[in-house]
């Protein structure tokens, strides 16, 4: 976990369980300046029935925010990734209209703040009563955190504050009254976040691909991210294949610029940091990926 000042903050994205937060009762009345969710303060949030598709962009940018979401702003996640911070804007509210970044919140060391104590309750309630007591649960004052695991026994999850063991003795009382049947009971000791590792891209491989996606009919659909030296930077695409730099029978379908989608027209030209999606149709990807990529062989100029 990542700290700066006095305070941190983490990125809840979905999982294959789901979580119900909370904020402690001592909390009640204040808010923090962070756009609240469902998430934190919400209803519960079951599984989206199709899932969002993620393309190397997406997972940059959530690893970045899982990291460190208060100091990691737009423009210093574009910095490193060949696109604009429009674009990364856009992306953002993208993946929090579709669920995939649920919200924001503060991560508080309950031991820290008066020397409150946390404890984790393992619970076990029927299969089709799992959403109703989740909810029941969470409105218990000193429960943060529910969690809803998929099946089995100690399927609820319940994490609540106090500030003496007679507080978290209450909070069970409150709970089996709402017919959970609390299976253990534990103190927290230490609590770890971390971003997900394979959202980090692989500095080894330099590429301008963010994303490979193959139609039914067996056509491809490529994503890439236009480098400040790419060859077709400052050309249309239709001049790009007037000169050869671009494949013929290359269709540029769209282009991504600071937020916006521009459908490419004749005197429509490729900028820097553009994201750009094309069909080869007939021509290999090597051949048309040539056009976004860099000429390694050539010898840069002289320096003064």
């Known amino acids: 976990m990542r700290r700066s000042g006095d305070k941190s903050y983490y990125i809840t994205p979905g999982s294959c369980s789901h979580d119900i937060h909370r904020e402690p009762l001592a909390a009640a009345g204040t808010r923090s300046p962070v756009r609240p969710s469902h998430a934190i303060t919400g209803p519960a949030t079951t599984r989206a029935a199709v899932s969002h598709h993620l393309d190397e962009i997406d997972r940059q940018i959530i690893h970045a925010l899982m990291s460190d979401a208060r100091n990691t702003s737009a423009p210093m996640i574009a910095e490193g990734m060949n696109v604009s911070a429009g674009t990364v804007r856009n992306r953002i509210e993208r993946l929090e209209e579709a669920g995939v970044i649920r919200g924001y919140t503060a991560i508080v060391d309950f031991e820290q703040a008066d020397g409150r104590l946390t404890s984790v309750f393992m619970c076990t309630v029927p299969a089709d009563e799992r959403e109703r007591l989740a909810i029941a649960a969470r409105s218990i004052p000193g429960v943060i955190n529910v969690r809803v695991l998929m099946a089995g026994r100690r399927d609820l999850q319940v994490v609540a504050v106090g500030e003496e063991t007679s507080d978290l003795r209450e ?131 002289p320096t003064s």
């Open 171 to 301: 909070i069970a009382r409150a709970l089996s009254g709402l017919d959970i049947r609390i299976e253990d009971e534990e103190l927290l000791q230490t609590e770890l976040h971390t971003p997900y590792s394979r959202f980090l891209a692989d500095d080894t491989t330099e590429s301008v691909v963010t994303d490979t996606v193959t139609l039914a009919d067996g056509s491809t659909v490529i994503e890439v991210c236009v480098t400040d030296d790419a060859p077709i930077v400052g050309r249309s695409p239709s001049a790009a294949q007037t000169e050869g730099l671009l494949s013929s029978d290359a269709i540029v379908t769209s282009i991504e610029r600071d937020g916006s989608i521009i459908h490419p027209v004749d005197d429509a030209t490729i900028r820097p940091d553009d994201v750009v999606t094309v069909i080869p149709t007939e021509s290999s990807a090597d051949a048309v990926l040539g056009a976004f990529r860099a000429n390694e062989d050539e010898t840069p100029p």
